[in-house]
């Protein structure tokens, strides 16, 4: 719970603030840039407060959603509908989870609701709100980590959904020796007609995207949006494995379709097209290659 005290000095004065526990995750930004804004400092700050029921209810949302629960309000405040509006949807049968999790450093999940069994991409945290969202929603009954570091509370979606969970074995830990489905190498694997899981070595030795429809591709920390550079990178900062190997996975993206890139960390990011969207892969495999 945010404190009061703790307060961050950039906060404008109103209901919303953000407290000095925040960790840049950029969660609240994304939801709700409207109300929440980057400190040179490396934090989240409040310098707008909500003027509008959508400002407040998307500021709500953003409070639920952070993960060290950094955001908070100066009076007690009903937070019922940043709780009712998540999962939200993307496009089609595609939501972002909300909830974020600390043990991923906040990174973003999201859900797949498909007739054939319903997916989970990355681990929110196990809220009893969001469980029960899902569970309206037909439950989850298989669960993609994409690699080691967004992992968070697999284990208790597992034990709530009985759910198969799938991790590349070369990110396989302590933490996730019983993760049913282990796959391993670099070789695609459809993991249903719709899904296939593709390993893109690089940010971890085991790092995987999910390709759903050839629309969708949800790629953890291997590839994202920047907002500031205009084009789709990837975190040579924070690229635990290789270098060199991430340009090889990036590169050996170009031979797939797909017009969304969801992240767990960065902007996700929508292309007019299929053919725009390989326009921009190829700008970022060139640019990784410069750095």
């Not at 629960?69 to 937070?79: L, R």
Request: charged fraction near 25%; hydrophobic fraction near 35%; aromatic fraction near 10%.
């Amino acid at each position: 719970m945010a404190s009061i005290s703790e307060r961050v000095p950039e906060n404008i004065s109103g209901a919303f603030f953000v407290d000095n526990t925040c960790i840049d995750c950029d969660a609240c930004r994304q939801i709700e840039p409207k109300v929440y804004a980057p400190s040179l400092n490396g934090y989240s700050f409040v310098y707008h407060q909500p003027a509008t029921e959508v400002e407040r209810d998307r500021a709500l949302m953003a409070l639920v959603t952070c993960p060290t629960g950094s955001i908070g309000t100066v009076d007690k405040i009903d937070v019922k509908p940043g709780i009712e509006a998540l999962p939200e949807l993307v496009e089609d049968n595609v939501y972002f989870c909300g909830f974020n999790s600390e043990h991923s450093y906040g990174a973003s999940s999201y859900f797949i609701q498909r007739p054939e069994g319903n997916v989970l991409a990355d681990s929110p945290r196990s809220a009893r709100p969001l469980l029960k969202k899902m569970e309206a929603m037909g439950g989850v009954n298989l669960m993609f980590l994409s690699h080691r570091d967004d992992v968070a509370d697999h284990e208790e979606f597992h034990q709530h959904f009985g759910c198969e969970r799938v991790l590349h074995r070369a990110d396989v830990g302590s933490g996730t020796r019983s993760i049913e489905m282990q796959p391993d190498g670099n070789e695609p694997l459809d993991l249903a007609d719709d899904l296939t899981m593709i390993p893109v070595p690089g940010h971890t030795r085991g790092s995987a995207v999910l390709l759903y429809r050839d629309k969708f591709l949800f790629t953890g920390d291997h590839l994202a949006w920047s907002e500031e550079r205009n084009h789709l990178y990837a975190f040579k900062r924070h690229c635990w494995y290789s270098w060199s190997e991430q340009i090889k996975s990036m590169e050996r993206l170009l031979n797939y379709k797909f017009e969304w890139v969801l992240p767990g960390h960065g902007r996700r990011y929508r292309a007019e097209s299929t053919a725009a969207m390989h326009a921009e892969m190829q700008q970022c495999v060139a640019w990784m290659k410069k750095q």
